[in-house]
């Protein structure tokens, strides 16, 4: 839809985060192959494997057996070193062998650049390649600081061999458990030139759900993110919208991404554009697992699968013969037609009411006569994301302006959901404007391209909804 023109010119001056000054003090290598842990031997990988599919304490088990294992990898297999920053190691100590519930975070060596004489064991550890190259890929951050030479490790406050064997194991990091809540995403806006209003009201609700960023920014690296511009694109937002110093950012690489498909001199869609980006996200994520597959190297989680998309089972009864043909299909949005209904519950309701269909040809008696459709939900994802049909393009265009309720918490067949984000479209078809509602640090927010301010569930519920996420509850 179309947005109305931003004439806040002074925007453009965006704070954008400068690498250069610290790109310059670090060391640039030449490309490698594979991280080197996978030719290792069948047992490594296995383990790896059971590791991938654990959840839970008994991922963090068989963490501290690959640990174990990467670390005792013979040093003359691996003659280059990494250093990893003293602070992140502790927290991740923590974590595997404390049972802290408290994750570390992407690696930040970045304060490794700013100590003149860092002390080993102290200030930063020393990894071999392997371990490096596998916690990189699989924990993200940097940058790569390289240990030419490692000299003799100083006696330090870690004495023991148990706490030198923790200090050593410390050098790699697991993908992070599901299960487990990373930090949120700061509050910022967006700033917007053209008609990029429908992109940014979706990524801020993207944004509320957190296991999506946790695997963007966990699990997309510089070993894969070339293949995966989409993802790779969100992950530069997201470290965009973490980094920044201002209170709103400018997208550059994703819009760029986007620009074949989303023409950034018309107005578009939201949903269209939110189905769009979630599904070659997921694409990316299947393409560089088949290619893993070949390579017997580890699958990427596919977070959209897990959390986004559910399952519709569709019955068609032929009302001759009775019988029954069934079709199963997945569903990243639910769009629900907005006739005769008053509250969003009771739009559900008549999208999965029976359907009487006329001239039904069936398969079974080959007969044209009156079929029974039976439609019912058969897996509600974590996020179910409901798109209201506001429009209408046939036989002529128009918007349904009327008030839809909704609530901040709702039972969607027998499911218990909290609402987390709401895109609105206001104005008309010819000329209009998308912004949206979000809830996140607990709070919640009215983001109105680079306008963000608190708002309340009145505020909320007030709203000419387009499009609702809610998440399950537990």
Not at 127 to 146: C, I, R, S
Request: glycine share 4%; aromatic share 10%; net charge positive.
């Amino acid at each position: 839809m179309q947005q109305f023109r931003d004439n806040d010119n002074n925007s453009e001056n965006l704070n954008e985060e400068d690498n250069s000054s610290i790109n310059q003090h670090v060391p640039q290598f030449p490309p490698k192959k594979a991280p080197s842990f996978s030719m290792e031997g069948p047992q490594i990988l296995g383990l790896l494997l059971q590791f991938r599919c654990a959840q839970g304490n008994a991922r963090r088990e068989l963490e501290c057996q690959l640990i174990k294992r990467l670390v005792n990898i013979k040093k003359n297999y691996e003659p280059i070193c990494y250093r990893l920053n003293g602070t992140w190691a502790l927290k991740y100590t923590n974590y595997l062998y404390e049972n802290s519930n408290t994750l570390p975070g992407p690696i930040d060596n970045t304060p490794l650049l700013q100590i003149k004489e860092p002390i080993r064991n102290r200030d930063y550890f020393v990894l071999t390649d392997t371990v490096w190259k596998f916690l990189l890929e699989e924990y993200g951050g940097g940058p790569e600081l390289l240990e030419e030479k490692v000299p003799p490790s100083p006696v330090s406050a870690i004495s023991s061999t148990t706490d030198r064997a923790k200090s050593a194991d410390i050098s790699m990091m697991s993908s992070i458990s599901q299960q487990e809540i990373p930090s949120e995403i700061p509050i910022k806006g967006m700033k917007n030139e053209l008609f990029f209003c429908y992109m940014h009201s979706i990524l801020q609700c993207l944004m509320c759900i957190q296991e999506l960023n946790h695997f963007i920014l966990n699990s997309i690296n510089r070993h894969n993110g070339q293949k995966m511009l989409y993802c790779q694109g969100y992950k530069e937002m997201l470290l965009q919208m973490r980094d920044a110093q201002s209170d709103y950012i400018k997208i550059n690489n994703l819009r760029t991404t986007i620009c074949k498909k989303f023409n950034p001199k018309y107005q578009h869609d939201a949903q269209e554009f939110l189905l769009y980006l979630i599904s070659m996200m997921e694409d990316e994520i299947i393409e560089v697992n088949k290619e893993n597959e070949k390579k017997q190297q580890p699958k990427l989680e596919n977070v959209v699968k897990k959390y986004l998309k559910g399952q519709i089972v569709s019955e068609l009864i032929c009302k001759n013969c009775k019988h029954k043909s069934v079709i199963t299909e997945e569903f990243l949005t639910l769009s629900l037609a907005l006739t005769k209904v008053s509250t969003v519950n009771q739009s559900l309701e008549e999208f999965l009411k029976d359907e009487l269909i006329q001239d039904y040809q069936c398969d079974n008696c080959h007969k044209k006569k009156i079929a029974i459709k039976k439609t019912r939900i058969t897996n509600l994802p974590r996020y179910l994301i409901l798109h209201l049909k506001r429009f209408k393009f046939f036989p002529k265009q128009t918007k349904i302006t009327q008030q839809i309720k909704f609530s901040i918490e709702s039972n969607f067949c027998n499911t218990e959901y909290k609402l987390i984000g709401v895109i609105v479209h206001s104005g008309s078809l010819e000329q209009g404007h998308y912004y949206s509602y979000g809830r996140r640090q607990h709070k919640w927010w009215l983001f109105n391209d680079q306008r963000i301010k608190q708002a309340n569930k009145i505020d909320v519920q007030q709203q000419q909804s387009y499009i609702l996420f809610y998440q399950q509850l537990f």
